[in-house]
């Protein structure tokens, strides 16, 4: 059942991301970061209030850093949305896991590396050239979608959508810990959304108002409600995986996303995806998946099952 809540979390988003599309041509980035949060914090409000769920939590500390690089990760992602096509911004920006296994390799080289005045290396984790290899794969995926050579114009903004991955692969893990310790998913939802229209409204104090206009305000409301819903059909599905089989499941259905934004990417927008960038998708999918698994079988304890 945590299987389906990923692939519905995943249509949502996708869904989110067409109607963020369509917004940013009357808003900026942190007007819609704002709206999201505002919206969210009303419609999960009220589902709280509705299921009896406290608001109340024993760890602020937790929330606020999930929200923060939440925040950051989602203000990327709406950014790259705006100026590359959706089917890039979403695979962008859900390379989390190809992020944590470039971490992975890096921390392991640095500790093989003999350091003066200690004696001998630390051994390498096994499979650690796979692993290497696995990511070499991704990113040589995200060239053939994004084609540099081709689409020189969008450069600043698809390195904008990959740090959205990466600082996406930090909140996903901050999720799988909130769940591990029993905080309700509206609760965590919730409180992404506030940490949304805070930082959303500190960030328009330096990027100003658009022009307002009712008809294309419209598509403010359902990204506040799209999101909120992905938000916790995700958390759902990770608090629902038990076991380490099950996180990882879950974590590899996330994926699908790709395949629905695709889809939007070229129904709706009139992208032309041709066989280089589904390549380029493909290997990204791939290596995610395939560094999943590896992570947890080269670590022997996962990093969001340690708090």
């Not at 949304?196 to 409600?225: E, R």
């Not at 995806?273 to 079988?297: C, E, N």
């Amino acid at each position: 059942m945590q299987g389906l809540w990923m692939v519905a979390s995943a249509f949502l988003f996708a869904a989110m991301g067409v109607c963020v599309k369509f917004a940013s041509a009357s808003f900026n980035s942190a007007e819609l970061v704002f709206w999201r949060g505002i919206v969210g914090v009303v419609f999960i409000g009220v589902l709280a209030r509705r299921q009896g769920v406290s608001l109340a939590t024993r760890y602020p500390g937790m929330h606020v850093w999930r929200s923060v690089i939440g925040t950051f990760s989602l203000g990327c992602w709406f950014y790259a949305i705006a100026h590359i096509p959706l089917s890039a911004a979403m695979t962008l920006n859900y390379m989390s896991s190809i992020w944590i296994a470039t971490f992975l390799v890096g921390g392991a080289l640095l500790a093989w590396v003999p350091i003066p005045g200690r004696d001998g290396r630390v051994p390498l984790p096994p499979l650690q050239g796979v692993l290497a290899l696995t990511v070499l794969v991704g990113f040589v995926g995200v060239v053939m979608i994004l084609k540099p050579d081709v689409n020189p114009g969008q450069g600043f903004a698809s390195m904008v959508g990959l740090i959205s991955g990466l600082t996406a692969a930090f909140a996903y893990l901050q999720v799988i810990a909130l769940s591990r310790i029993g905080e309700p998913e509206t609760r965590t939802v919730f409180y992404f959304a506030l940490g949304a229209a805070v930082m959303g409204g500190l960030w328009m104090l330096f990027t100003g108002l658009s022009p307002w206009n009712w008809l294309h305000a419209l598509w403010l409301l359902p990204i506040g409600v799209l999101a909120a819903l992905g938000q916790l059909c995700m958390t759902r599905a990770y608090a629902q995986a038990k076991t380490q089989a099950g996180t990882l499941v879950v974590a590899n259905l996330q994926y699908s996303g790709i395949v629905f934004a695709s889809i939007f990417s070229v129904l709706l927008f009139d992208d032309v995806i041709d066989m280089t960038g589904v390549v380029g998708m493909g290997l990204v999918i791939a290596s995610g998946v395939v560094a999943t698994v590896l992570r947890q079988r080269a670590v022997p304890k996962a990093p969001a099952e340690e708090h």
